[in-house]
């Protein structure tokens, strides 16, 4: 039988507005709205009318992320869409395990606000940021990064197209080969170079931090970035590796294909995810629904 899959959506895709429409339709979408604004005031005036600039700065992407994320997949399921499985990219990967019972979505918000926060000073000490590499094979984009003491390659998104994270002083030249090879090197919207080793020295903070909360196995199988495969018992555990080792995206969306999936729907901002779908599975339905308007639209196809 054909599955669905909800996938949440990582750094990068945000933008002022996001999540005010569920925030105005769904009650329970502007209770949890509400509690966050109550656990960290202003993250709701961040998401509405912050600009690019305040919403780039890593300690303010997550958490608000966080809630635009979860506020669609909520949505989507109280429209009567069901989650069969669960993804998320990077920050993605919190609310896709608060909507997979980890742990409770006010828990969930608390910890993007501590992941954010301790990734934010980890990019601080170590500058760096991400290009995604497009137009050339994983391996050649592989071999360039070992032409650098700080360059490594982090998100294999999908068959021609490998995130990289840099230093800022090794960036520059890096891009240049990846031009002379035939690719193109494009500049991601975050604030730091991800899981690469600069995010290495808040994984340890992360764990304390972590240690804190009440967590669980999710009762709806979550695929883990850092492995491809369902969560199992050790939540905190991969949790914290996940900061500093590559997003294994790729392999994540084939094994949920090879488990049944046909249906991905992006839960959160904009639609990345997606796109990457048509090109990891093509033939395989999917939607983006970061607005009422949207899982309207996804509704009227999958609710006939």
Not at 140 to 153: A, F, G, I, M
Not at 284 to 295: D, F, I, K, M
Request: overall charge negative; aromatic content about 8%.
């Amino acid at each position: 039988m054909a599955k669905i899959a909800f996938l949440f959506s990582g750094q990068g895709a945000q933008h002022p507005g996001m999540g005010k429409g569920f925030y105005e339709k769904d009650a329970q979408v502007a209770a949890l709205f509400d509690e966050a604004e109550r656990l960290r005031p202003g993250t709701l005036a961040q998401m509405f009318d912050g600009d690019d600039t305040v919403l780039r700065q890593t300690e303010n992407t997550q958490p608000c992320l966080y809630l635009a994320d979860y506020a669609a997949a909520l949505a989507a399921k109280n429209a009567g869409l069901h989650a069969d499985m669960a993804a998320g990219f990077s920050l993605g990967e919190i609310p896709a395990l608060a909507f997979g019972g980890a742990y409770t979505p006010a828990t969930g918000f608390q910890i993007a606000c501590v992941r954010g926060a301790l990734m934010s000073e980890a990019a601080k000490k170590a500058p760096a940021s991400m290009v995604a590499v497009v137009k050339l094979s994983n391996e050649v984009v592989e071999e360039l990064c070992s032409h650098y003491n700080k360059v490594y390659p982090v998100n294999y998104n999908c068959t021609g197209q490998l995130v990289v994270s840099g230093s800022t002083e090794e960036l520059p030249a890096f891009s240049e080969e990846v031009k002379a090879a035939g690719g193109r090197a494009l500049p991601l919207k975050v604030g730091g170079g991800f899981h690469s080793p600069f995010m290495s020295p808040a994984t340890g903070q992360f764990a304390e931090k972590l240690a804190e909360f009440s967590l669980a196995a999710p009762s709806l199988p979550v695929y883990a970035n850092l492995t491809a495969a369902p969560y199992g018992e050790n939540v905190r555990e991969t949790l914290q590796a996940q900061i500093d080792h590559p997003v294994l995206w790729e392999k994540t969306i084939l094994a949920m294909a090879e488990n049944g999936v046909d249906t991905f729907i992006e839960t959160g901002v904009g639609n990345v995810l997606q796109k990457l779908i048509e090109k990891i599975v093509p033939g395989s339905r999917s939607y983006a629904v970061e607005t009422p308007e949207q899982l309207e639209a996804a509704c009227a196809d999958l609710l006939k």
